[in-house]
């Protein structure tokens, strides 16, 4: 094992790194929890445009997304459900797997170690799933169902 203080090359992400010591991982966790902060900025601020519709001019699985949870924050349930029905489901899935990935950091040492626990296991697989439905509810709403494609 070595010192608190030497620099491991790989570390973070060295899947066979021996368990730091619960400073240092406690540190990781932090950053972990940073990043995924930051990244929801742009998704918060509403700073974030869709390339697929942008480039493309076609909704893609996700679109509607955004203004759906936006509707149910503001309470209008219904129209957050015909905008996107697995919005709440969608966002869930995400705050777990941003969850589990900042435990098994702090459990496990890493990140990318999230598949090693329990937590991380059940959020990947109820990811898994969710998007798994919003693919399919996107071709479903391509061919007409479910009020048909969302406006780009």
Do not use: K
């Amino acid at each position: 094992m070595e010192a608190e203080g030497s620099a491991n090359p790989n570390g973070f992400w060295d899947l066979d790194e021996a368990l730091p010591p619960a400073s240092r991982r406690a540190r990781r966790a932090v950053a972990v929890a940073g990043v995924w902060g930051l990244s929801a900025l742009p998704v918060l601020f509403g700073w974030q445009r869709c390339p697929v519709a942008a480039l493309l001019h076609r909704p893609c699985p996700g679109c509607g997304m955004t203004r759906a949870l936006e509707l149910l924050r503001a309470g209008h349930f219904d129209a957050s459900l015909r905008m996107h029905p697995l919005a709440l489901p969608v966002l869930v899935a995400g705050v777990l797997v941003a969850a589990a990935t900042v435990w098994s950091t702090y459990a496990a040492g890493s990140p990318v170690r999230v598949h090693r626990t329990p937590f991380g296991r059940a959020a990947l697989g109820l990811a898994a799933a969710v998007y798994g439905a919003l693919v399919v509810l996107w071709i479903l709403r391509a061919a007409g169902h479910f009020g048909g494609p969302v406006p780009v």
